[in-house]
Structures are given as structure tokens and as C-alpha cells.
């Protein structure tokens, strides 16, 4: 079955760095997603992205955020300035079209960010 | 905004054992989904219901969104440790199909 691939699965960096989250969606998807999920609360969504800008952004997706599809297989969430409050478990998600998981909407594993 | 709440947290049951995990919602559903994490793991999809008073089943696994459809319930038969894990619920959060989510209701089934 077709996966949305995550990588690293787990990432340390130091405050103030930069990192970058990267994700292979399904390949015939053309909707792509981010969410977030701090330790014991919500899973939380960032930001959608389709034909390549973005489509859709939460209150979160601040400045210190952006997205990118550079090539035809990856879409990467980079966070400019970490702070010890990004640390959380991202995911990934794609899907084929807008409209939720009745159309095959699928999340990756997720990235562990600890902010040191 | 739309907010869900489930109940209860968390759960530890007797291997064997049924139990119902609730969801109920701020505003009307138009989509609800359950999903499943497992520690280190991404969401699995478990069941979409998008009607009032539909009901969904899939192994051991049954899900119901009230005829308001503000509240849904998944109930698991014979629990099983394979059931263990974090149960989410999740709505429609916009027009670009991102989602909402409960806080999770964490399973742990004792054998």
C-alpha cells in the first residue's frame, strides 16, 4: 500500500537553528499537509498546500514557517528560528483532492523535533 | 471554531473486555473520523461516517454518529492488546480538507 514516507524520524537541534522536515507524499497526490503535535495535547494542523502555494494556514504558521515542494517528490516544512517551543511531533499527510479522508487522505510516521 | 472533546482520556481495560470511547462536538458534523496512533507512528485511518445515525463496523471496531450529529461513539468488542493505542477523533476543519482533533482517548488492554 502507497505510504507517506517522513524523515528524519527523529531530529535534535539547538535553539535558535534552522530545520528542515521533510516528506515523499503518495505520488499521485496533489494536496499536501502539515500538522503538529505537542507532547499530551492536539494534533494540530499548520498548513495545506496545493499546485504549489499555499492553500490554507492555521494561526500557528507563523513567519518562522515555510513550505516547499522543490522537486516533484518532496514537500518540506522548514522552521527558520527554532524555539524550545517547537518541540513536537510533526506529520506529514497527502491526498489525491480536497476534502478529507473519504478521498484517501493519508498521514506519514511523523518527525520528532526536540528543541534543545 | 469547532472544538471535540472526548472522553474519557484514557482507559485501561481487562483483555476481553468491550468499551466505548466518546466524541462529541461544538458545532454539527459533516465528517467525522476515527483514527488510531500508536507511539512512534502515524494516524491510521479506522472509519469515516458523514450521516446521521450512521453506523460502521469493521472487525471488532463500531463507530456511530448520533442523529444530531454532534456525538460519536467507537465501541471495540473483546478488546484485544492489539487494540492498545491512542484513539483520535477528527473532523473537517476547512475547504482544502484539513482536519481537527479531538485530545485522543489513550486504550491500554491488559491480558
Known amino acids: 500500500e502507497p505510504e507517506v514516507t517522513q524523515t528524519p524520524s527523529h531530529q535534535v537541534t539547538q535553539m535558535g537553528q534552522e530545520v528542515i522536515l521533510r516528506c515523499v507524499p503518495i505520488s499521485n497526490h496533489l494536496y499536501f499537509y502539515w500538522y503538529r503535535q505537542i507532547l499530551g495535547q492536539k494534533v494540530e494542523f499548520l498548513v495545506s498546500f496545493y499546485n504549489n502555494e499555499i492553500s490554507e494556514k492555521s494561526e500557528i504558521f507563523d513567519d518562522q514557517f515555510s513550505v516547499e515542494r522543490p522537486d516533484g517528490s518532496n514537500f518540506t516544512l522548514k522552521i527558520r528560528s527554532t524555539k524550545l517551543e517547537d518541540s513536537a511531533m510533526y506529520f506529514c499527510a497527502s491526498s489525491p483532492r480536497a476534502g478529507g479522508p473519504y478521498y484517501g487522505y493519508t498521514f506519514g510516521s511523523g518527525t520528532r523535533l526536540t528543541v534543545v | 471554531s469547532q472544538e471535540l472533546e472526548q472522553s474519557p482520556q484514557s482507559l485501561i481495560v481487562q483483555e476481553g473486555k468491550n468499551l466505548t470511547i466518546n466524541c462529541t462536538s461544538s458545532?454539527?458534523?459533516?465528517?467525522l473520523y476515527w483514527y488510531k496512533q500508536k507511539y512512534g507512528e502515524g494516524l491510521i485511518f479506522l472509519m469515516m461516517?458523514?450521516?446521521?445515525?450512521e453506523e460502521k463496523s469493521h472487525e471488532k471496531i463500531t463507530a456511530k454518529l448520533d442523529e444530531k450529529k454532534q456525538q460519536s461513539s467507537l465501541h471495540i468488542t473483546a478488546s484485544q492488546p492489539s487494540h492498545a493505542g491512542i484513539y483520535l477523533c477528527?473532523?473537517?476543519?476547512?475547504?482544502?480538507?484539513?482536519?481537527?482533533f479531538g485530545k485522543g482517548t489513550k486504550l491500554s488492554v491488559k491480558p
Open positions: 458545532k454539527t458534523l459533516y465528517g
Open positions: 461516517l458523514q450521516k446521521g445515525g
Open positions: 477528527g473532523a473537517d476543519g476547512g475547504s482544502q480538507g484539513n482536519l481537527i
